[in-house]
């Protein structure tokens, strides 16, 4: 390819040595190359094909809802925040489970029960009030005993009747299931018919034995 000095020499145009420079800066300035005007037609083109590419993609779209799209999004995204919000209370409701079940499995220091409930009934209602007082925001920063204390004691702060075992009457009347009467010799088994005499005496070594058994 010839440059802009051979096409003017061919022409019989004579540039003077001084002003080589400045002709070439401003042909420079003001002029491109073959070389670069095929790559502006080249990049031209590409873009044109982009253009052509995006418009015929959007002329896919021109039948489509875009409210009703918007709501199908929206909905979708609801449905999958609820989704999550579940499966985290349900993982939660798990693990509170698990904890009240550890809680009311736990032994005092006489390696039995701490917590010994009258019945299964009575258990059960316990359980899934506790379960529910800990789902609570109130229940955040306390521990399950602390929140379960609160349950089974009244306004002065004594425990309520009714939700346990009596230990120590259990106890007392395990004792007394079977012993000797005193003085006789003979073994005196519950519901048997002893003197009143034999009575007090039976009451003086056992105060915490019910004696109406006896009677």
Partial sequence: MQNYEQ???????????????????????????????????????????????????LDGFKDINVDDLKTQISTLTTDLANEKTARAAD??????DKDVTTFFSVLDEDGEKKYEFLNDITEEHYR???????????????????????MITDNDGKQKTGIFVDKKQQKAQQ???????????????????LSMGELMKMKNENPGLDITQYM
């Fill in 128 to 150: 899934t009030a506790l379960l529910e007082e800990l789902e609570k925001d109130s229940a955040k920063g306390k521990s399950i005993e602390e929140i379960f204390n609160r």
């Fill in 175 to 193: 004792q007394a299931a079977r012993f000797t009467t005193p003085g006789t010799g003979r073994t005196t088994e519950p519901g048997a018919k």
């Fill in 91 to 96: 993982a939660r409701k798990v693990e509170l």
């Fill in 7 to 57: 096409i003017l020499q061919e022409l019989g145009i004579e540039v003077p040595e001084e002003k080589k420079a400045e002709l070439k800066k401003k042909i420079s300035e003001n002029y491109r190359t073959k070389a670069d005007y095929d790559k502006a037609v080249e990049k031209r083109d590409e873009y044109k094909k982009s253009l052509d590419d995006v418009q015929e993609k």
